[in-house]
T-cell receptor, first 113, second 115 residues
Framework: DQQVKQNSPSLSVQEGRISILNCDYT??????FLWYKKYPAEGPTFLIS?????DKNEDGRFTVFLNKSAKHLSLHIVPSQPGDSAVYFC????????????FGTGTRLQVTL | ETGVTQTPRHLVMGMTNKKSLKCEQH?????MYWYKQSAKKPLELMFV???????ENNSVPSRFSPECPNSSHLFLHLHTLQPEDSALYLC??????????????FGSGTQLSVL
């Protein structure tokens, strides 16, 4: 049973527009959520995180929103740039422990000119 | 060097071969991990060494054998693999903490093909 789900395997967005990547989770014990970005032939790199005590966290062009009642989080990228084209993984854990991170299957974002 | 480095980047091996993947972290972290990434599947945790204690995923076949000689180095020894073991193998490290949320730092991975 997949506890972290990214239901959209791919997303295409025009440069300058907003990209919204979604993630749903089923385990109500999850209290720490992260987004990772992965380019081909490279390992995932940490992008942004949010703790369950917040409902929004912002870092430059990247904002993560958390809706605990819906068990849903989303990553907003504004404005989208061609260099944002990558696979984005959502991950979640309980008690903020990296050893217990559960990952989604990823969403491939393509930012077009 | 900085970060987490993995060698080799690519590996092709036969089912009867024995090979090892190597990982080194230069971040001063106290936990290291092996993950497997197969196409269209979530990253799958294989092994964790945390504060010198090994934690393993019981679903990992015995043909995968980890070794962690110290907090900076991690190996994954491979023997008699199957074609379905072909995947990207990622090493990661983190700093175990009771006061802050932890995050993983990944290496670039070893793309393994088993023929």
């Amino acid at each position: 049973d997949q506890q972290v789900k990214q239901n959209s395997p791919s997303l295409s967005v025009q440069e300058g527009r907003i990209s919204i990547l979604n993630c749903d989770y089923t385990n109500s014990m999850f209290d720490y959520f992260l987004w990772y970005k992965k380019y081909p032939a490279e390992g995932p790199t940490f992008l942004i995180s949010i703790s369950s005590i917040k409902d929004k966290n912002e870092d430059g062009r990247f904002t993560v929103f958390l809706n605990k009642s819906a068990k849903h989080l989303s990553l907003h990228i504004v404005p989208s740039q061609p260099g944002d084209s990558a696979v984005y993984f959502c991950a979640a854990s309980a008690l903020g422990t990296a050893s217990k991170l559960t990952f989604g299957t990823g969403t491939r974002l393509q930012v077009t000119l | 060097e900085t970060g987490v480095t993995q060698t080799p980047r690519h590996l092709v091996m036969g089912m009867t071969n024995k090979k090892s993947l190597k990982c080194e972290q230069h971040l001063g972290h106290n936990a290291m991990y092996w993950y497997k990434q197969s196409a269209k599947k979530p990253l799958e945790l294989m092994f964790v060494y945390s504060l010198e204690e090994r934690v393993e995923n019981n679903s990992v076949p015995s043909r995968f054998s980890p070794e962690c000689p110290n907090s900076s180095h991690l190996f994954l020894h491979l023997h008699t693999l199957q074609p379905e073991d072909s995947a990207l193998y990622l090493c990661a490290s983190s700093q175990v903490s009771v006061t802050t949320n932890e995050k993983l730092f990944f290496g670039s991975g070893t793309q393994l093909s088993v023929l």
